[in-house]
């Protein structure tokens, strides 16, 4: 049984080039894309080659390139997700259009060639640096006969295929073939095909990309293997052991207060047709991951369970709201009669569902609180470290304000919701009459129908300023802030 000591060094390696991260990257890559879908979303793959590479880009300049691009891909692929949506509506509202896909898809494959040739050209010169500069020499050839040139060649051939894949069946949409009531005997319309093509060009697209995982896989592995390699991953982590610390503990923080942030802002309810279309589930679990970063173990702990409780009613909440008016409309004569009786599970669970995301949002006004005493102010002499110091009570007030908006927001939430179910009758008159209603027909209508609105700006509000003070809470607790008030 290894010890732990012999597996430090590993540990310490993986900080700088985590060849592991690097292999489950490139898996999230080599499934095929369909225009801009594909079953394992590329933008997390260039996340994952993103972070592998980000220390070694620091310690070995030619992994630079790399990581620039790998950046760059990054936010490329998460640009597809809005342009998927624009597809969608394109070819659900007019077919005809369906050609302007093959420019979405033409155009997202180039801009990757663009990027994604020269990363993985350098990453894999970043090997040959450590083979030739460094001494390690199964980056150059493992032995089985993974050579670092032959890998390159394939994962740009790769790519290639890949992007073309994408595309090249969308192009028989560009064809202008169109029925005028008299065609040329033996005319065949080439859309027929695109089945045919998109198939075909799924299977080379995924034959090649497994050839080339394969490949990666056995290269990968033999480096992880390599005594040569972890020696030097690990002298190079030896080196930079203090500012590792301080990186992993300014990350931590950045990641804290990015899904604190977050969940204030799926927290806002913009209600359309009584659907959240930022459900609080997102909200819950950015909650979550922010209890799970802090420094607290006990609030962590205590705060994951509340998070967790907040995100099953939030889940059970967009259920039987979405059930109960997906039967019941306000104009319906039925809803009045079921409103009183099967609306009344959606209010409770709207309140419970408040009263956690309050506790949530309690719980992590108290861990602010403790940062702004811990983290800001650390220029100022010793005695002068007490709450009334001017850094902390302007903080420490502000802090208290967003719990009290919170407190205002989380009661509104279930209020409205009751009163938007008061409902008020009309009679459609003759002028009234139209292809909808019929003249002499009784019309309800919710009476407080103007609460949504009131509901959408308070939660915007709540967002925008807990936004900021998180902003202005990390700015104070950077170290650029302490040197400032040092001096």
Not at 96 to 125: H, K, M, Q, Y
Not at 454 to 474: M, P, T
Request: proline share 3%; glycine share 6%.
């Amino acid at each position: 049984m290894k010890n732990k000591d012999t597996l430090a060094p590993k540990k310490q390696g993986n900080r700088i080039l985590s060849l592991r991260m690097l292999f489950v990257g490139c898996v999230f890559l080599c499934n095929p894309n369909l225009n801009l879908f594909d079953l394992l979303p590329d933008a997390v793959g260039y996340g994952l080659l993103l972070l592998a590479v980000r220390r070694a880009s620091e310690v070995f300049q030619h992994f630079d390139t790399a990581y620039c691009n790998f950046q760059r891909l990054f936010w490329i692929n998460i640009a597809k997700v809005p342009a998927i949506l624009v597809m969608m509506y394109i070819t659900g509202t007019n077919a005809a259009e369906r050609g302007l896909i093959t420019v979405f898809a033409l155009s997202f494959a180039v801009l990757e060639w663009i990027f994604a040739l020269p990363a993985f050209r350098a990453l894999f010169e970043g090997f040959t640096y450590l083979g030739e500069r460094e001494g390690v020499l199964c980056t150059l050839r493992t032995q089985d006969g993974k050579s670092v040139d032959k890998l390159s060649l394939l994962s740009i051939a790769f790519l290639i295929v890949k992007g073309a894949c994408s595309f090249l069946p969308e192009l028989v949409f560009l064809s202008s073939f169109e029925y005028n009531g008299s065609l040329e005997i033996g005319a065949v319309n080439p859309k027929v095909f695109y089945p045919f093509f998109t198939a075909v060009g799924l299977i080379v697209s995924l034959v090649v990309g497994l050839i080339w995982i394969f490949a990666l896989k056995s290269y990968f592995g033999a480096l992880r293997r390599d005594e040569q390699m972890q020696d030097l991953l690990a002298q190079k982590a030896s080196l930079l052991a203090d500012e590792l610390c301080a990186s992993d503990e300014k990350r931590r923080r950045r990641t804290f207060f990015f899904f604190l942030s977050a969940g204030f802002v799926f927290a806002v309810d913009p209600l359309i047709g009584n659907r959240d279309l930022l459900p609080n589930a997102f909200a819950a679990l950015a909650f979550f991951f922010a209890f799970a970063l802090a420094e607290n173990e006990a609030a962590s702990k205590k705060g994951k369970l509340i998070s967790l409780i907040y995100l099953a009613l939030s889940v059970a909440e967009n259920v039987l709201s979405a059930s109960f008016f997906a039967r019941f409309k306000l104009t319906d004569i039925a809803f009045r009669d079921a409103a009183l009786g099967r609306y009344i599970p959606v209010v409770g669970l709207r309140l419970l569902e408040s009263a956690f995301f309050f506790l949530c949002v309690l719980l992590l006004m108290a861990l602010l609180r403790q940062f702004v005493l811990t983290h800001t102010g650390r220029g100022l002499r010793p005695q002068d470290l007490v709450i009334r110091n001017e850094v902390h009570a302007t903080l420490l007030s502000r802090i208290k304000r967003l719990s009290v908006f919170s407190v205002i927001y989380a009661l509104l939430r279930p209020i409205s919701a009751v009163l938007m179910t008061v409902t008020t009758s009309h009679v459609v008159t003759e002028e009234e009459a139209n292809q909808f209603y019929s003249e002499g027909e009784t019309v309800y209508s919710s009476a407080f129908s103007w609460l949504w609105i009131l509901l959408l700006v308070l939660g915007v509000a709540l967002a925008v300023y807990a936004f900021y003070l998180i902003k202005e809470i990390k700015s104070e607790s950077s170290p650029e802030a302490t040197e400032k008030v040092e001096e």
